[in-house]
């Protein structure tokens, strides 16, 4: 089944300890993406990937990290969380051109 | 740069009435338009999309919308909805280069019995 993959689905976590949220599609897409989810917000762009090795800032990139060392991952490191980082967070791939994008199921983080 | 306004935050309607969505949205390029639903506890799904060509676009499950260039408009509409559709529904626009997507803040639409 063509998919996009995240994990984990919940997390929390204690301020200023890093993790990562995994992403993994199996459709050999180029472009990949980090969305955040807030209520009254839409979806915000953090990071976006057009290929391997290839990454830019979207339009809330401030204290997120990623890296596209394979074109299938795309993992969202987040060194040092803060509360303001709580949110639901989607990954997303499309392939070149107009095709609109498969979206992971979301990864619910809470910061205390 | 891109913006996409979505005009209502929440649209209660009864079952089997007709409903539209409100998008308009800002460019100064030429855009590609898309409609997204999520459903609740899961990611977004592409609906439909406006790429060129015919100005109405149509979905698999009854909805359609309709690219109005000089109103920079791309409402959603059904003319019948069902309990399963309510969801939250975003517009979305990128430029024809594919790049960059910029989302809408979201319609929650509640159908009631």
């Known amino acids: 089944e063509a998919q996009v993959t995240q994990n984990p689905r919940y997390l929390i976590t204690v301020t200023g300890k890093k993790l990562t949220v995994t992403c993994s599609q199996n459709?050999?897409?180029?472009?990949m993406s980090w969305y955040r989810q807030d209520p009254g917000l839409g979806l915000r762009q953090i990071y976006y990937s057009m290929n391997v090795e290839v990454t830019d800032k979207g339009d809330v990139p401030e204290g997120y990290k990623v890296s596209r060392k394979e074109k299938r991952n795309f993992p969202l490191i987040l060194e040092s969380p803060s509360p303001n980082q709580t949110s639901l967070y989607f990954c997303a791939s499309k392939p070149w051109g107009d095709y609109g994008y498969t979206f992971g199921s979301g990864t619910r983080l809470t910061v205390v | 740069a891109q913006s996409v306004t979505q005009l209502d935050s929440q649209v209660p309607v009864f079952e089997e009435a007709p409903v539209e969505l409100r998008c308009n949205y800002s460019?100064?390029?030429?855009?590609?338009l898309f409609w997204y639903v999520q459903y609740p506890n899961q990611g977004l799904q592409l609906l439909l999309k406006?790429?060129?060509?015919?100005?109405l676009v149509e979905s698999i499950n009854g909805f359609e919308a309709e690219f109005n260039k000089s109103q920079t408009s791309f409402h959603l509409r059904k003319p019948s909805v069902h309990i399963s559709d309510t969801a939250e529904y975003f517009c979305a626009v990128s430029g024809t280069g594919g790049f960059k997507t910029i989302f809408g803040a979201g319609t929650r639409l509640f159908v009631k019995a």
């Open positions: 460019s100064s390029v030429s855009v590609y």
């Open positions: 459709m050999n897409h180029e472009y």
């Open positions: 406006y790429l060129s060509g015919s100005t």
